[in-house]
């Protein structure tokens, strides 16, 4: 049997719709990119996933209570996402909430995302192509429904890839808000302003906000600075205040404009 899915590989997700399967009578036995492959067994078995580092060998013995599946190597991260089963009863009896790797899993989901959104501008590219080819061999003649098929298509197909771009989505921001892993990601920026400051602000003592950048100081004491975040305008200045002293007026301005939120 195969089944076509768009799952973050070594996930929670995917490992639950693996064991569902497996309870089902359904082995997994390889996995190409979005396409798994099964075989029906009688036996019941347990599916486990783990991220490993690519040069680490991923045999098992005959003794091991675990059966290797498959292997499924990672381009970002780089790493091997192994598929194993168990059909040892303390393992399959056993009410677990296995915990997974959720660094390497925020990378592989943010690799996944990456390749959906590189897979949604090359077909909408394509499209453009191919409706401009289609124009300039027709000549604006073409047949009606041809067009109309073509853009059918283009918008059933963008419409599948916004689906599948959000589901990946949203575990990714769940994992960055979780881990507080922000690297790479688009933050709002709030602009911070001081007055009546005497040194410059202490940046490692409110470093848990976000980013921080200066962005320009004036002889009389006043400070601009800007700050990639998502704490809320009145958490920044609870942070900000005690670090700074009850003597400075802290302003911050939403990163929609240089007005107050």
């Not at 041809?146 to 575990?171: D, E, T």
């Not at 100081?217 to 998502?230: E, F, I, P, R």
Request: glycine fraction near 6%; aromatic fraction near 10%; charged fraction near 20%.
């Amino acid at each position: 049997m195969r089944r076509f899915r768009i799952l973050v590989k070594g996930s929670p997700q995917e490992l639950a719709w693996l064991n569902q399967l497996a309870k089902k009578g359904w082995l997994l036995t390889a996995v190409h990119g979005g396409l798994y492959e099964f075989k029906a067994v009688t036996a019941t078995y347990r599916v486990f996933t783990e991220y490993v580092p690519v040069d680490v060998a991923t045999e098992t013995t005959p003794q091991s209570v675990f059966q290797l599946l498959t292997t499924v190597t990672l381009k970002q991260p780089a790493v091997q996402v192994v598929y194993s089963a168990s059909q040892h009863d303390p393992l399959k009896q056993a009410d677990l909430t296995l915990l997974s790797d959720e660094d390497t899993q925020l990378k592989a989901t943010l690799g996944l995302r990456s390749k959906l959104l590189s897979l949604a501008d090359g077909w909408t590219i394509g499209s453009v192509i191919l409706i401009t080819i289609l124009l300039a061999i027709f000549r604006g003649n073409g047949p009606a429904w041809l067009f109309k098929v073509i853009v059918g298509v283009w918008f059933v197909v963008c419409a599948w890839l916004v689906v599948q771009i959000l589901r990946v989505h949203r575990p990714a921001k769940r994992l960055r808000a979780r881990l507080q892993d922000y690297d790479g990601a688009w933050r709002p920026t709030m602009h911070v302003f001081l007055t009546n400051m005497s040194a410059p602000l202490d940046l490692d003592k409110v470093g848990s906000l976000g980013n921080w950048r200066l962005v320009g100081q004036s002889k009389k004491g006043a400070y601009w600075y800007d700050v990639q975040t998502n704490a809320s305008q009145a958490e920044i200045k609870q942070v900000v205040q005690p670090v700074v002293g009850a003597d400075v007026k802290v302003d911050v301005m939403s990163f929609l404009g240089l007005w107050p939120l």
